[in-house]
């Protein structure tokens, strides 16, 4: 049982380059959800998806795009990386729409030089 | 909006003090708040909620609303406790019911 699995787990990108990362629940979750933690900022919701097939933005969701691409996956894409996107990304699950307890990855660390 | 704030960046104690790591939270409504913890090398995961009224690993956090707060303590502080801790809120109702988190608490717990 692996849980959230998210990868890549380490990633450099220059500024204007496009990547996704990828983010797969093996709990049968409804609930998927993007955070990224940065510095004396805490984590920061960029999107989340309530249940398969609908996405929601969160608080921070400019410069990303999602994908709920089945009920177990949900991907996040950096079309044009900024150099303010370097930051390390936390993919979630859970199993209701109300955020419950969350199970997190173990991160992704994006850097945009 | 809700808002979640930790005074404390940094916080260290010496093993066997108490410890206290203050969450303070503005909502209007009635929230459900959360204790996140990442131990070094690990992954962020739940420590408790107030809904639960429970002790873990030593850690209770009472929810006053009157102040509101959701400050987390233990009477003993151990080395393993050093971890990064955010607080959680959760809104009762309405659109905005994903958790928002505090900026987080850096304890190092010495020796």
């Known amino acids: 049982n692996a849980g959230v699995t998210q990868t890549p787990k380490f990633q450099v990108l220059k500024t204007g380059q496009s990547m996704t990362l990828q983010c797969a629940q093996d709990?049968?979750?409804?609930?998927m959800y993007w955070y990224r933690q940065d510095p004396g900022m805490g984590l920061r919701l960029i999107y989340y998806s309530a249940s398969e097939g609908t996405t929601d933005k969160g608080e921070v969701p400019n410069g990303y795009n999602v994908s709920r691409l089945n009920k177990r996956e949900f991907s996040l894409r950096l079309e044009s990386a900024a150099p303010s996107q370097t930051s390390v990304y936390f993919c979630a699950s859970s199993t209701g729409s109300g955020a419950n307890v969350l199970t997190f990855g173990a991160g992704s660390r994006l850097t945009v030089l | 909006a809700q808002r979640v704030t930790q005074p404390e960046k940094l916080l260290s104690v010496f093993k066997g003090a108490p410890v206290e790591l203050k969450c303070n939270y503005s909502y209007s409504g009635s929230p459900e708040l959360f204790w996140y913890v990442q131990y070094s090398r690990q992954r962020l995961q739940l420590l408790l909620r107030h809904i639960s009224r429970e002790s873990i690993k030593g850690f209770t956090a009472d929810l006053n609303k009157g102040e509101t707060s959701f400050h987390l303590k233990k009477p003993f502080a151990q080395e393993e406790d050093s971890a990064m801790y955010y607080c959680?809120?959760?809104?009762?109702?309405?659109?905005?019911?994903?958790?928002?988190f505090g900026s987080g608490t850096q304890l190092t717990v010495l020796p």
């Open positions: 709990m049968n979750h409804n609930s």
């Open positions: 959680a809120l959760r809104a009762s109702s309405g659109s905005a019911r994903q958790l928002t």
